[in-house]
């Protein structure tokens, strides 16, 4: 029964879409309808500004963060993991959004960065490094779900369970970049500004 009401109240929390809310509450516009369709960060940034686009960072992260803690107080650090994965498919699958959201990337790093911040860093550096060498938004993003895997799975004290489902919520992230990694397969990702 606990894994089934951390997995409704996570998905729950990461419904709350910082980019859809500021787009159709304060400038009338459906973030999907405008870029790259994406109701992330990068794409808020775009169409709705710089300003709309770090608020909309902070939401996600902020709602990754509070997973993290409300499941971790009520339920137990041990399905922390399993929370975030809950936040993470209601991010990306938001119900009254079509099931159109995000990639992830802010919620994921938010509820990660308080269930382990020393190993979160790791995969925050190497999201960072990977932007500024190559001025590319999603190489930075496709990285740091890859070193989520890397780091999580050879350096945590997890469960084998735990670290499944850690794994599986990076792969979900690298899968939701799938058209970015088509379109720097062609050489036709834009730099920093572009899609994500």
């Known amino acids: 029964m606990n894994y089934f009401l951390v997995l409704i109240i996570s998905y729950l929390i990461g419904t709350i879409s910082g980019s859809y809310i500021i787009g159709e509450l304060f400038l009338n516009k459906d973030i999907r309808k405008y870029g790259s369709g994406n109701a992330g960060t990068t794409n ?81 550096i190497a999201w960072v490094l990977g932007t500024l060498l190559t001025k590319i938004v999603s190489v930075g993003s496709i990285l740091f779900f890859i070193s989520i895997i890397i780091v999580y799975t050879f350096m945590s004290d997890l469960t084998t369970y735990n670290i499944i489902l850690i794994n599986l919520i990076a792969l979900i992230g690298i899968i939701r970049h799938k058209d970015n990694i088509k379109r720097l397969i062609a050489g036709n990702e834009n730099k920093i500004g572009g899609r994500k």
């Open 44 to 124: 808020a940034m775009r169409v709705l500004g710089k300003k709309a686009g770090v608020t909309t960072f902070i939401i996600d992260f902020l709602k990754g963060v509070a997973v993290t803690f409300i499941i971790g107080k009520f339920f137990g650090r041990n399905l922390v993991p399993l929370g975030i994965l809950g936040a993470v498919i209601g991010h990306d699958f938001p119900f009254y959004m079509n099931f159109r959201g995000g990639k992830g990337v802010a919620t994921t790093l938010g509820a990660l960065a308080l269930f382990n911040f020393p190993l979160t860093l790791i995969c925050y």
